[in-house]
C-alpha cells in the first residue's frame, strides 16, 4: 500500500499539468481517483498487521483532510476486511489543499489573471496556455504584458526599435526580452520590431612600432561588418576594466579589447 507521501507526490504531479486549464475555467482534470494499491492475498495474510496500521493512517488522514476513501472488502485469514483502495479528490482546489500554500496560491492568482484576460483580450484563444506562460510573472509584470498587448493589438510597432515603442513607462529591454508573450497575446504573428544593434568591439593597439608611427592608437569594429585592423595581432588581451584596456603596456603585435561581459552574449529568445 502507498504511503501518504507518495500519493501526495501523484497528486502534485497531476496538478503541476492542468492546474493552468482549472484555472482558466476550461478544466477537465478532475475529480480523479488515485489508487494507493492493492496487495496481494498472500502479502496481505503475511503482514496483516501492517496493513491495518496503513489503512487506519490512511483512514486519519483523509478523515482530517475531508477526502474520501474507497475500499474494498478482501478476505483475509477466511473473515472479511475493508481494505482502502482509492483517494478522490474532488476539485483543483482540494489538489491545490492538500500540496499547500504556494499551490492554493498559484490557482487563486491563475483564477484573476484568466478573468482580467477574458476581459481585455475578447478573442484570446488559449487562455490557458497564456496562465501558464504568465505565472511567474509579477503582478507590475502582467499588467506591463496586458498594455502592450492591448497597444499591439491596435497599432503596428514594424520597423521600429523596442526603445522606440511609444508606451508610456515601458523598458527598451522589458519589451525586447517578452516579445513572444507581447505578440501571442496581441494575437499577431510577431511585434515586427527591428533586431537589437549589433555588438561594437572597442579596442586599442598595443605594438610599439605602430604606436610610434603616429596612427591611431584606438579603434572599433562592427560585428557582423566588414573591418581590417592597423595589423594582424598575434596578442590579443581582453580586459573588463576599460582603464586597463586603454593603457595596457606596449605588446608587439598586441592589441587589448574591452570586455563587455554579458553584452557580448547573444540576446535571450523570447517564450513560445
Known amino acids: 500500500m502507498k ?9 502534485r504531479r497531476r496538478l ?14 478532475w475529480p480523479h481517483e488515485f489508487s494507493l494499491g492493492s496487495p496481494t492475498k498472500s502479502a496481505l495474510e503475511a503482514d496483516f498487521s501492517r496493513y491495518q496500521r496503513a489503512a487506519l493512517t490512511w483512514r486519519d488522514w483523509a478523515a482530517a483532510r475531508g477526502v474520501m476513501l474507497t475500499d474494498a472488502p478482501r478476505v483475509v485469514h477466511g473473515t472479511t476486511q475493508r481494505i482502502p483502495t482509492h483517494i478522490s479528490i474532488p476539485a483543483a ?36 496556455r497564456m496562465i501558464r506562460w504568465v505565472d511567474r510573472y509579477s503582478d507590475a509584470d502582467f ?47 510577431t511585434l515586427g520590431l527591428l533586431p537589437p544593434h549589433p555588438a561594437r568591439i572597442h579596442f586599442t593597439y598595443l605594438d610599439p612600432d605602430y604606436i610610434a608611427s603616429g596612427h591611431r592608437r584606438h579603434d572599433s569594429a562592427t560585428v557582423g561588418d566588414a573591418m581590417t ?25 598586441g592589441v587589448s579589447v574591452e570586455g ?9 529568445r523570447s517564450h513560445g
Open 143 to 189: 499588467e506591463l504584458l496586458c498594455t502592450a498587448g492591448e497597444w499591439f493589438a491596435r497599432n503596428s510597432a514594424s520597423g521600429l526599435t523596442p526603445r522606440q515603442v511609444p508606451i508610456p513607462g515601458f523598458h527598451a529591454k522589458w519589451l525586447n526580452t517578452h516579445q513572444g508573450a507581447v505578440a501571442a497575446l496581441a494575437g499577431i504573428p
Open 16 to 29: 503541476n499539468t492542468t492546474w493552468h486549464g482549472d484555472a482558466s475555467g476550461g478544466g477537465s482534470a
Open 93 to 128: 482546489d482540494t489538489a491545490a489543499r492538500l500540496c499547500g500554500l504556494e499551490w492554493v496560491q498559484r490557482l487563486e492568482r491563475g483564477r484573476a489573471r484568466a478573468a482580467d484576460l477574458k476581459r481585455r483580450f475578447p478573442d484570446l484563444q488559449d487562455i490557458a
Open 3 to 11: 504511503t501518504t507521501d507518495e500519493v501526495l507526490e501523484e497528486i
Open 229 to 253: 585592423p592597423a595589423y594582424p595581432p598575434a596578442v590579443v588581451v581582453i580586459s573588463e576594466n576599460k582603464d586597463t584596456a586603454l593603457h595596457f603596456l606596449p605588446v608587439r603585435q
Open 260 to 268: 563587455m561581459g554579458s553584452a557580448a552574449e547573444p540576446p535571450p
